[in-house]
T-cell receptor, first 112, second 114 residues
Framework: GNSVTQMEGPVTLSEEAFLTINCTYT??????LFWYVQYPGEGLQLLLKATKADDKGSNKGFEATYRKETTSFHLEKGSVQVSDSAVYFCALKKAAGNKLTFGGGTRVLVKP | DAMVIQNPRYQVTQFGKPVTLSCSQT?????MYWYQQKSSQAPKLLFH???????NEADTPDNFQSRRPNTSFCFLDIRSPGLGDAAMYLCATNPRAQNQETQYFGPGTRLLVL
């Protein structure tokens, strides 16, 4: 079946540091890949997505590239801010069942 | 702004007392989902509607039911809440059933069972 594995947190960084959160997936065919962010006490917000191999999703300084050869979709940001403190979820979606399959989430804490 | 709305944001109920959570959307999307998210875990899909067609996940307990009276509204009914049902409940929508489309989430309702 489909699955998503992402690095466990928490990840603690200083402001302006470089952030990478690894995400790998297992799926047949060509899923779409997503990163969602969840701020404390809130629902999930779409951060970025990519729908085919070699696509790069980007938003708010975050980027992730759909790598089919390594089945990965790692999230990166060059210079984090305190406001980036949140839980980040990698997810994949296939048409069958219309469901998102989530990774376990990675908590990121950015200190001033 | 078009959005997914969940009310209330916080709900307290008693053990065994039925409770209903509400979700509405102004996006006119065909698909609506209910997820359960326990502390420090990923959201877990309970069921979804494609228009009026109900799709239950195999491991969703019978204690959880849902209704979708029209395109805009979807309800989650917990018939006899147990302590283990305390969680954040997230509603989401999707325009259609294509995998490249984004799911839009509401802010969630946090359920506390006393």
């Amino acid at each position: 079946g489909n699955s998503v594995t992402q690095m466990e947190g928490p990840v603690t960084l200083s402001e302006e540091a470089f952030l990478t959160i690894n995400c790998t997936y297992t799926a047949t065919g060509y899923p779409s890949l997503f990163w969602y962010v969840q701020y404390p006490g809130e629902g999930l917000q779409l951060l970025l997505k990519a729908t085919k191999a070699d696509d790069k999703g980007s938003n708010k300084g975050f980027e992730a590239t759909y790598r089919k050869e390594t089945t990965s979709f790692h999230l990166e940001k060059g210079s984090v801010q305190v406001s980036d403190s949140a839980v980040y979820f990698c997810a994949l979606k296939k048409a069958a069942g219309n469901k998102l399959t989530f990774g376990g989430g990675t908590r990121v804490l950015v200190k001033p | 702004d078009a959005m997914v709305i969940q009310n209330p944001r916080y709900q307290v109920t008693q053990f065994g007392k039925p409770v209903t959570l509400s979700c509405s959307q102004t996006l006119n999307h065909n698909v609506m989902y209910w997820y359960q998210q326990k502390s420090s875990q990923a959201p877990k899909l309970l069921f979804h509607y494609y228009d009026k067609d109900f799709n239950n996940e195999a491991d969703t307990p019978d204690n959880f039911q849902s209704r979708r009276p029209n395109t805009s509204f979807c309800f989650l009914d917990i018939r006899s809440p147990g302590l283990g049902d305390a969680a954040m409940y997230l509603c989401a929508t999707n325009p259609r059933a294509q995998n490249q489309e984004t799911q839009y989430f509401g802010p969630g309702t946090r359920l506390l069972v006393l």
